[in-house]
Nanobody, 120 residues
Framework: HVQLVESGGGEVQAGGSLRLSCTAPENSISGYCMGWFRKFGRQDREGVAAIDADGSVSYADVVKGRFTVSRDNANNTINLMMNSLKPEDTAMYYC???????????????WGQGTQVTVS
């Protein structure tokens, strides 16, 4: 089991920036693919960004050029830097861990509780 804890959500004006963080307080994340997903209301979660154990990254088209995912294995942390935020980025954002890296929710077996991002 991998426990994940997100932080950094909040409210920001359109065009602003937020930095989300996800830590694994009891596990090493070095061997995992780590991902960020978001959920709008009752819709299914959608992939935002993923970073594999070797550092390779993938992004959803709607966030390319605006969001950057990074990892700090020494501190068991991943980050999502979100720039040029838009109202349509408003969602609950989740951190997740997987053995194999595909930007699909079904590929990820461990999830955090989520952190709310609101862009007005």
């Amino acid at each position: 089991h991998v426990q994940l804890v997100e932080s950094g959500g909040g409210e920001v004006q359109a065009g602003g920036s937020l930095r989300l963080s996800c830590t694994a307080p009891e596990n090493s994340i070095s061997g995992y693919c780590m991902g960020w997903f978001r959920k709008f209301g009752r819709q299914d979660r959608e992939g935002v960004a993923a970073i594999d154990a070797d550092g390779s990254v993938s992004y959803a088209d709607v966030v390319k050029g605006r969001f950057t995912v990074s990892r700090d294995n020494a501190n068991n942390t991943i980050n999502l830097m979100m720039n040029s935020l838009k109202p349509e980025d408003t969602a609950m954002y989740y951190c997740a861990a997987a053995q194999y890296c595909r930007l699909q929710p079904t590929a990820f077996g461990y999830w955090g509780q989520g952190t709310q991002v609101t862009v007005s």
